[in-house]
């Protein structure tokens, strides 16, 4: 009988560390708390490090603002990147050929 456990923990943390490196999520909103009480439109934007894209993930295709938010973001993140990269030997050095690429999501009826 082996003394090993059914689940090797150390693969999971060591998979799930992977993972946070090759993807990190941006939750990110326009809009915000009105007086007439509208919360705003909640998107993410992530950066996949395996596919070298920056993927838009929205639900709502027609809120104003959103592609344009997303193109300041990733242009912001590409010059900070670019900035810390040699200080910190962040590889790879450049993520300016990273894509942009609107993810297909379910989409958010007009009830929810």
């Known amino acids: 009988m082996s003394n090993k456990p059914c689940l ?12 946070c490196l090759l993807q990190f999520f941006l939750p990110a909103s326009i809009g915000g708390y009105k007086k007439d009480g509208d919360i ?8 996949n490090m395996k596919k070298e894209c920056f993927e838009l993930l929205d639900s709502v295709t027609a809120y104003p603002g959103t592609v344009q938010f997303f193109n300041t973001v990733t242009s912001r993140l590409k010059k900070i990147w670019k900035q810390m990269s ?4 962040l590889s790879p050095r450049s993520i300016d050929h990273f894509k942009k690429v609107k993810m297909q999501v379910p989409l958010q009826g007009g009830e929810t």
Do not use: P, S
Request: no cysteine; charged share 15%; hydrophobic share 45%.
């Open 8 to 19: 090797n923990l150390r693969r999971i943390a060591n998979d799930f560390f992977l993972f």
């Open 86 to 89: 040699t200080e910190l030997q």
């Open 40 to 47: 705003g439109h909640y998107f993410t934007i992530t950066i």
